[in-house]
């Protein structure tokens, strides 16, 4: 670790800058405001996006430390303000003039008891009127707060408040790699997996003071929050709706190959049976495609490897998952030269439609499968293959 990267200092308040000249100064006098009054020793710390309006001499004139960010991106900023700061701590908020800058008290107050992230709730604190629009207010932050308490259980209301504080050391241990307005998400998501303590305390919210609109897109960035928590739950993805359509499936296959089934007045049978084996290759893909997500995230960074994680992948192997692929493969292909010796011994001609298609179907259903189990095996052990690089991920444990 560098000499600027090392705690010195308390606290750095850090906020992301991109040409936020108008409401800058404001916020770093709060800010150095609060730092006097409290006598907490700390910087105020500006990371520049690549502003053009002069946001940077307005920070340098007030005082506060400037890091330019070699990328463009709200994550790619706060990764450097991180990565630079000299607090022990680090309070992290837009320098737009929403958040509330002259009380952290409470933040400061979390995190000296050993919490690792303070996450701010504006519901509970106060949203002023006009500081968040309907739209974001009653459904987008409840929906993907709901989803993220769901999938993660980081115990907060509010996932995607900008003002939080954090452990520095804690947070630049979890690798946050996205670059994006992903890397909020991100955060706790990573948090959460990793166990770390995270507690939650109540701050306002107030209409920005710039002129220009910000630089959030509701729809998209709402949509690009929900597929990155999606994608850092793969069991909710894939597992889950892979299992019931799987089950489901091959339940209906394994039952309607001995005869229909009447259920009341309604009858299932043949055709019935085509649908759920389309409904069991689906599952079983899903399945597949949650190992090999699982497989390339944990290689890459982006999702913990647990300890039961990696001792299921060392005991897991390419050959033997070739294996399994060839034992299901050649079971279809034996359940179609059964049904064509079958017909031989009709003369190859007509058949009862039913009887062909109760065979058919679990064949080319068990054909299917292995192929795809064969394939998926090959690429597991691509995924897999021995790295000079060991990736960051490997110190986090789920």
Not at 59 to 72: I, M
Not at 131 to 146: D, E, I, Q, T
Request: charge should be positive; glycine fraction near 12%.
């Amino acid at each position: 670790m560098s000499e600027a990267q090392t705690p010195t200092l308390e606290l750095t308040i850090l906020m992301p800058c991109l040409n936020e000249a108008e409401t800058l100064e404001v916020c770093i006098r709060k800010a150095m405001g609060f730092l006097e009054r409290s006598g907490v020793s700390g910087e105020v710390l500006i990371s520049d996006n690549g502003s053009s309006d002069g946001s940077q001499d307005i920070a340098r004139r007030l005082g506060a430390r400037v890091s330019d960010a070699p990328r463009r991106g709200y994550g790619a900023a706060l990764l450097n303000g991180i990565e630079n700061a000299r607090g022990r701590f680090v309070i992290m908020g837009d320098a737009d003039d929403s958040y509330d800058f002259e009380n952290l008290e409470p933040f400061i107050a979390q995190l000296r008891g050993g919490a690792d992230l303070v996450m701010g709730n504006r519901f509970r604190g106060g949203i002023a009127q006009g500081a968040m629009p309907p739209l974001h207010r009653y459904l987008g932050n409840p929906v993907l707060s709901g989803i993220g308490q769901l999938f993660f259980r980081p115990n907060i209301g509010d996932f995607h408040c900008g003002l939080r504080g954090f452990n520095v050391q804690r947070i630049r241990a979890l690798a946050l790699q996205t670059t994006g307005m992903e890397f909020a998400s991100e955060m706790v998501v990573k948090a959460s997996l990793a166990r770390y303590r995270i507690e939650e305390v109540p701050t306002t919210l107030k209409k920005d003071g710039r002129s220009r609109p910000p630089h959030l897109r509701s729809w998209h960035d709402g949509w690009r929050h929900l597929r990155f928590l999606l994608l850092f739950a793969p069991r909710w993805l894939f597992v889950y709706p892979g299992l019931l359509a799987f089950a489901l499936g091959a339940i209906a296959v394994g039952v309607l190959s001995f005869g229909g089934v009447r259920i009341g007045e309604v009858g299932f049978d043949v055709t019935t049976m085509v649908y759920a084996s389309a409904l069991c290759v689906v599952g079983y893909q899903a399945l597949m495609f949650f190992w090999l997500t699982k497989l390339f995230a944990t290689q890459e960074g982006f999702l913990p490897a647990s300890a039961r994680y990696r001792s299921i992948v060392a005991k897991w192997s390419a050959e033997r998952g070739l294996i399994l692929g060839l034992v299901l493969f050649l079971l279809g292909i034996a359940a179609g030269i059964i049904q064509v010796v079958r017909w031989g011994s009709l003369d190859f001609g007509p058949q009862d439609a039913a009887t062909v298609v109760r065979i058919a179907v679990p064949s080319a259903l068990g054909i299917m499968l292995g192929f795809q189990t064969i394939l998926m095996s090959f690429f597991s052990g691509v995924l897999t293959t021995p790295r000079r690089e060991t990736p960051l991920s490997t110190v986090i444990e789920a």
